[in-house]
């Protein structure tokens, strides 16, 4: 069925312009959710194939608004969808599903979290008309088969031993001086070692076995984050985060554990970032006008100094412009 979502439509105003329809469809809502998101498998899907879990969702919401979408752009409606997580995927979905099936021309996507959802030529194809936004370690864009089945070769393949005889140490070496008195601590050391050391005789046999169990399991069909992918990081420097262009291969074909791998994902947390990043944008576009303000003479008049700051605005509008029309993307300044 559908997924929940909404339409919003923001009509042409007086002063001229074109109006907008946003679909916005709904993902992840709660920490238990993001389970939902990392179990997947691959559904043919147009020309390739897709997240199975959303090619449905697609279909239908392209069953229910196509012609409405396809009437609102032939009246010079600009026609948005967006989502987060499973929403995100839908979302870019549908626009593929729109562009090449529905007759829209002008359709584009924004996706905030999205799971790998296309087959790579679909997902780099559709970096013209989609944008995903991934939020540092957010483990949704990193869950495919293939990285969780790395995740665990690598989990089973630790070897604890060294770091677990160190901490042992550690630990005897801050006990009482009655107790290292009474008992010699190079005895308990032996014992210690003893037990760790068949804990990881077992465990090396059990591993052995898990390891060809793995190795004989298919990845299956390899999917990529759809679209331009711009990945938002923790940074020292001002604001506390940066923004990259990245690609699906390698960034995101691997997970690492991390303390916030799942609530990178929350909405909350996306909308927090972004925030961030905003005010840094701002804050650059302030200083560049302070600075060129500061170059005119002290008996230039007022509106001298807001020609400047209208200036330097549109310098930077032009340069988000440019680099937009650069890599072939839409202009998301």
Request: proline share 5%; charged share 20%.
């Amino acid at each position: 069925g559908r997924p929940a979502h909404f339409l919003a439509i923001r009509r042409p105003t007086a002063q001229g312009g074109s109006g907008t329809v946003v679909l916005a469809v709904r993902g992840t809502k709660e920490v238990a959710d993001v389970l939902t998101d990392a179990l997947m498998d691959s559904a043919d899907f147009e020309d390739g194939y897709a997240h199975a879990g959303v090619v449905r969702s697609a279909r239908a919401l392209c069953d229910a608004y196509a012609n409405i979408l396809r009437d609102f752009e032939a009246q010079g409606f600009d026609v948005v969808v967006v989502g987060h997580s499973l929403g995100a995927a839908t979302a870019a979905a549908m626009t593929v599903r729109l562009r090449k099936s529905c007759g829209l021309k002008r359709v584009r996507c924004a996706c905030y979290g999205p799971p790998p959802t296309f087959d790579p030529t679909t997902a780099q194809e559709s970096a013209s008309y989609i944008v995903s936004v991934v939020h540092d370690d957010d483990m949704i864009p990193r869950s495919q088969v293939s990285s969780l089945l790395g995740l665990y070769r690598e989990l089973i393949n630790f070897d604890w031993l060294p770091a677990a005889k160190a901490e042992s140490r550690a630990l005897l070496e801050v006990t009482p001086e009655w107790f290292r008195k009474a008992v010699p601590m190079s005895e308990v050391a032996a014992m210690i070692d003893d037990t760790l050391e068949r804990q990881m005789s077992s465990r090396r046999q059990r591993r052995n076995i898990l390891n060809s169990l793995a190795g004989n399991s298919s990845a299956g069909q390899v999917l990529q984050v759809p679209g331009y992918v711009v990945h938002m990081y923790r940074s020292d420097g001002p604001g506390g985060y940066g923004a990259a262009r990245i690609s699906s291969e390698p960034h995101l074909s691997t997970m690492d554990l991390s303390m916030t791998m799942v609530t990178d994902h929350l909405l909350d947390s996306y909308i927090d970032a972004l925030r961030s990043l905003v005010g840094i944008a701002e804050s650059m576009r302030d200083e560049d006008a302070r600075r060129a303000s500061e170059l005119l003479p002290e008996w230039a008049p007022a509106q001298a100094q807001q020609a400047v700051t209208s200036g330097i605005r549109m310098a930077h509008r032009a340069v988000n412009w440019l680099r937009a029309a650069a890599h072939s993307r839409p202009d998301t300044s």
